[in-house]
């Protein structure tokens, strides 16, 4: 008899199950060592009178915190823990053809957002009541973000004729200033190569990411204002919902796989783990959807996106392991969102029953003005707070250099057990066929067996558990006759 760890490694499925990188890692996200549970989408808010496709949060330097979902016309506060309030301006706002969703950024107590539509629409923080146009000479725009102390505008409609490789920035601390001068310094500048924008991030420098290229825009001063340097040729952006941006790092989605962009480099981080897998699952015609968001706490990128069965799925990134996992969305567009300055002790503002809340009262939500991950599905906004989705790790083959037999198993999962099921086969070109799953019994022991040259097994969660580890697995070698 032989005992052998299958700790759980990395997911990588563009991989061969013989490697022993894990097979899936579903509805759990990765950590330093294991995998720990992903929780469920939420419902969070009220029911609005529309679908709501966008979600974001603004907070001043003294905790004035806001939070925002907007739909194709209207733009609702969302206040305590899920009252909407229409904020929009008087006449609310048309969609374009283009089936663009709202896109915001703050720049300094403003929350500035674009429908490339509508005017640029304002909201200042502390003072505002409701949105209104931001200025008259402000341009139509499908992106914008802040660069240093500009607001800075991408893919201009200037009177019904499209730049889509335009850049234009307002003055400088003045986002109500449009006109190209050198005193106030707001100008624009085309791109002359790389295709269409396909969005902006900002910071101390901007990157601009298009089609077929990327272009870092840094600021110089009178008289050029910005200076525009190309970063990557021929390797660009081909969802502008697949940007996300975290502690100067922009990631994106480009024609061949999942990259990260640090103003001078630009990286595939799913080379040969994910790509093949995502392009194979995700549904290309719907990639107008995706939408990313960072998870602030766990240290995670994700991507929402439709796949070719036609369910919404997460996949994730844990950039500080640099590992995938993935799971299922509960949400049709995802955020990183902020709370409104609500907290345990104005409970009664909220809900005059604590078992009609929606929500645990341990969540990050009742913390006041604390970033989470949130979203949108339909017509709610939704938080990633609520109950562990049911996680899924299948390990890749175990080969004993013959013909074994596995009779036990013993899961390490920090906090609880598992249900475990195993496959096995003879060859590789065979297809792994699970048993029945069995649970841990009260020794954490789960009696296996089942024979052939390969074994690969599904370990599924069980209990209050925080951290998957391993599989310790008994097996025995088996002749042949």
């Not at 952006?237 to 640090?262: K, P």
């Not at 994910?274 to 968001?293: G, K, T, Y």
């Amino acid at each position: 008899m032989a005992t052998t760890k299958l700790n759980f490694g990395e997911w990588m499925p563009d991989q061969p199950s013989i490697t022993g990188a894990l097979v899936d890692a579903k509805n759990v996200v990765s950590q330093a060592v294991g995998y720990g549970p992903l929780p469920t989408a939420a419902t969070f808010s009220q029911q609005a009178s529309e679908d709501l496709t966008t979600l974001v949060a603004g907070k001043t330097p003294t905790n004035d915190t806001k939070l925002f979902a907007a739909g194709t016309t209207k733009i609702f506060s969302v206040s305590g823990v899920g009252a909407l309030t229409n904020v929009s301006k008087t006449g609310g706002y048309t969609p374009n053809a283009y089936a663009d969703r709202f896109r915001f950024t703050q720049f300094g107590n403003a929350i500035i957002g674009t429908n490339f539509s509508d005017p640029m629409q304002v909201f200042t923080l502390g003072t505002s009541t409701a949105f209104a146009d931001l200025a008259a000479n402000a341009p139509i725009c499908r992106y914008l973000t802040v660069v240093r102390d500009f607001v800075v505008t991408a893919f201009i409609n200037s009177s019904s004729v499209l730049y889509p490789s335009r850049v234009q920035w307002s003055g400088i601390n003045d986002e109500t200033e449009w006109d190209a001068d050198q005193v106030t310094q707001s100008d624009y500048q085309d791109i002359p190569d790389g295709g269409q924008i396909m969005g902006i991030r900002g910071g101390e420098v901007g990157i601009i990411l298009l089609e077929k290229g990327i272009t870092r825009m840094s600021y110089i001063g009178t008289p050029f204002i910005f200076q525009f340097d190309n970063i990557s040729r021929g390797k660009g952006c081909i969802a502008s919902g697949s940007i996300a941006q975290v502690q100067g790092i922009t990631f994106f989605l480009s024609d061949d796989g999942f990259y990260s962009c640090d103003g001078q480099n630009v990286v595939g981080i799913g080379t040969e783990k994910v790509d093949r897998w995502f392009f194979a699952n995700a549904d290309e015609s719907q990639f107008n959807l995706m939408s990313a968001a960072v998870d602030p706490v766990r240290k995670l990128i994700i991507w929402n996106f439709r796949t070719t069965f036609g369910n919404r799925q997460l996949l994730i990134y844990n950039f500080n392991t640099k590992k995938w996992t993935y799971g299922d969305a509960g949400a049709d567009y995802i955020s990183d969102a902020s709370t409104a300055a609500t907290t345990l002790e104005n409970l009664d503002s909220i809900s005059a029953s604590i078992d009609a809340l929606t929500v645990s009262l341990d969540s990050i939500l009742y913390m006041g003005g604390k970033y989470f991950l949130g979203g949108t599905n339909g017509r709610y906004v939704v938080t990633y707070n609520g109950a562990n989705a049911t996680g899924n790790i299948v390990t890749g083959d175990l080969n004993a250099g013959g013909r074994s037999v596995v009779t036990l198993a013993r899961p390490l999962i920090d906090g609880g057990s598992a249900n475990v099921a195993v496959a096995s086969r003879t060859l590789l070109s065979e297809a792994p066929v699970f048993g029945t799953a069995l649970a841990a019994d009260s020794d954490n022991r789960v009696s296996l067996r089942s024979n052939g040259n390969f074994h690969q097994f599904q370990v599924t969660p069980t209990g209050q558990w925080k951290t998957a580890v391993a599989l310790d697995v008994d097996f025995q070698g088996q002749g042949v006759r």
